[in-house]
């Protein structure tokens, strides 16, 4: 075993205990792993990271110093904008859900830029109540829930895109400093996109990019 191997074993087990440690973002809902394929270097075999957005980038940062430059070289377009995709249904905000807390408007417009930038196809498995964590910044997250009894595939994340800038466009409070946004989005297909405070195993406001 190379010891970049022993390493990305190591990493991988952090994530899994991170991934245990969790919680659903509404109560009676499961979480399920959010996994990304990729390669740490042009010429290595794609391999697969657990966890939200900005953690598998800090991982992958830490297997190989190298693999943010070698990524911006090729990082193509931007993902499509919401407005060209499947707007939602119907959109909660705060006044509907207070059961949660509010996120920071700054950081999830973050993760949406970076979000932006992912061009493998999200997948989610079987539900319903089956919830994935895109992605967790500051004290603010991203899901992505599955209410369908089958797993579900993306082309890309331009339906996501749109849930999340649905949220932001209907349910940000202004008024704020700073601005909060806290909502949830039903798309076509028994899915949905869910904005809301956490603070389970996120990473540092203005973190990292992909």
Known sequence: ??????????????????????????????????????RLAPADPSMTLNGPLEEV???????????????????????TSGSAAAQPTDVICNNGLGRWSLASAYDIKNSLSNLRQVTKKPQIGRGPKACSRLSCEGNSAIWWCNDSYEPRQQENYAGIIAAIEAILNKCTDSSSKPELVLGQAFMLGNWNVIIRSDKNYCTEPGGLEV
């Open 1 to 38: 075993m190379t010891f970049l191997n022993l390493k990305t074993l190591l990493l991988l087990g952090v994530v899994s205990v991170n991934v245990f440690a969790i919680k659903a973002p509404t109560e009676g809902y499961g979480v399920e792993k959010s996994s990304r394929n990729m």
């Open 57 to 79: 980038t800090y991982k992958a940062n830490k297997l190989n110093p190298r693999w943010a430059r070698d990524l911006e070289k090729r990082k193509p377009s931007e993902t």
